[in-house]
């Protein structure tokens, strides 16, 4: 598609449930990005898949937190035994290519509210 | 820890009027890039300056950088009421991996 295409815009669950975020990149853009926004502040990083491939996972909590994107199919960030700290909005972005300067292109998020 | 900080926090001007937003970071980076988010929604590209450039324009937009001082700022010239946003700051530093470390943005009221 010609934007990047997040599922859903809501998802309210409750402590301890499980939340499974979808995100549709740009056709043809290699990476993808996982970033997590609480209370309208600063985006923290999570993780970056090279297609298929974890690229970056350095901000991902060791818990819990898991992401795939796997051929034809939307990736996907799960959290697993959701806490009230995880309410936030998570943003996905691609890119077409990794290096210097590379534009990304976010979606208009998925809000999670943890009750 | 963040790597950008943005200041101010909050500004409020009228229709007409010039903002200016700064960002300043802590580590050696290869560009920095600004976004715009509308209130509820996705971040929008708006402009990127590499750390050999020291300034770039894009419409009514004005980005200088200066990486003695590891700060940046964002001007919008004749501003309006469609630019009230909030304005964040990215840096992509020298890892290799694209990464985009965002600020705590400032949040732009452009009053009619």
């Known amino acids: 598609g010609e934007e990047v295409a997040q599922t859903p815009k809501h998802l309210v669950r409750g402590e301890g449930q499980k939340a499974k975020l979808y995100c549709a990149p740009i056709k043809g853009h290699s990476y993808v990005f996982w970033y997590q926004q609480v209370l309208k502040n600063e985006f923290k990083f999570l993780i970056s898949?090279?297609?298929?491939?974890?690229?970056?996972e350095t901000g991902m909590p060791k818990e819990r937190f898991s992401a795939k994107c796997l051929p034809n199919s939307p990736c996907s960030l799960e959290i697993q035994a959701t806490k009230l700290e995880d309410s936030a909005v998570y943003f996905c972005?691609?890119?077409?290519?990794?290096?210097?300067?590379?534009?990304?292109?976010f979606g208009q998020g998925t809000r999670l509210t943890v009750v | 820890s963040q790597q950008g900080e943005e200041d101010p926090q909050a500004l409020s001007i009228q229709e007409g009027e010039n903002a200016t937003m700064n960002c300043s970071y802590k580590?050696?980076?290869?560009?920095l890039q600004w976004y715009r988010q509308n209130s509820g929604r996705g971040l929008v590209h708006l402009i990127l300056i590499r750390s050999n450039e020291r300034e770039k324009h894009s419409g009514r937009l004005r980005v200088t950088l200066d990486t003695s001082k590891k700060s940046s700022s964002l001007l919008i010239t004749a501003s309006r009421a469609a630019d009230t946003a909030s304005y964040f700051c990215?840096?992509?530093?020298?890892?290799?991996?694209?990464?985009?470390?965002f600020g705590k943005g400032t949040m732009l009221l452009v009053s009619p």
């Open positions: 898949f090279q297609n298929e491939n974890v690229f970056d």
């Open positions: 580590t050696s980076i290869n560009n």
């Open positions: 972005a691609s890119s077409q290519s990794q290096g210097t300067g590379t534009e990304a292109f």
């Open positions: 990215a840096t992509e530093m020298n890892s290799g991996y694209s990464t985009l470390t």
